[in-house]
């Protein structure tokens, strides 16, 4: 039996894992604009938690924070979610990982892509009217 060496393993497509449809958009919104070279659900750490979307060289993350105005019923919303969900960015970043987490909104009106771009150092020209 082999030994986990905290390294990512190479990705794997699970037709058991369902994108979300704000993944989706977020992921379509990202191609649109050349930032392509992402990974879907790609694995860090020993304890193998999932980023949405990963720049894995460059190490920048994109957590899409979904559920969040369903009360008790959100996994993430709800105290061991939220617990859960700390544990997992503060391994994250003590790895090196910068991580971007975005709601709904902050897709639609182009903060998403603005800290992404900004992290990538990818200057902005102009003022996008449209940012999605």
């Known amino acids: 039996m082999s030994k986990d060496s905290g390294e990512s393993s190479p990705q794997k497509k699970s037709y058991s894992w369902k ?3 704000l993944e ?6 990202l191609k649109s604009h050349g930032l392509d070279w992402f990974e879907e659900e790609h694995r860090f750490c020993k304890r193998r938690w999932r980023f949405d979307i990963a720049f894995v060289e460059e190490k920048i993350a994109i957590e899409i924070e979904g559920g969040i105005w369903k009360g008790k019923f ?18 994250a970043t003590v790895a090196g990982w910068k991580v971007i ?14 800290w992404v771009k900004g992290l990538l ?3 902005e020209t102009e003022e996008d009217p449209d940012p999605t």
Do not use: F, P, W
């Not at 989706?24 to 919104?29: C, G, H, L, R």
């Open 24 to 29: 989706v958009k977020a992921e379509k919104i």
């Open 101 to 114: 987490r975005v709601v709904s909104t902050q897709i639609d009106n182009g903060d998403m892509l603005r």
């Open 74 to 91: 959100g996994g993430h919303t709800s105290g061991k979610g939220y617990t859960n969900n700390c544990e997992k960015y503060n391994e």
């Open 121 to 123: 150092g990818i200057a």
């Open 19 to 21: 994108r979300s449809k």
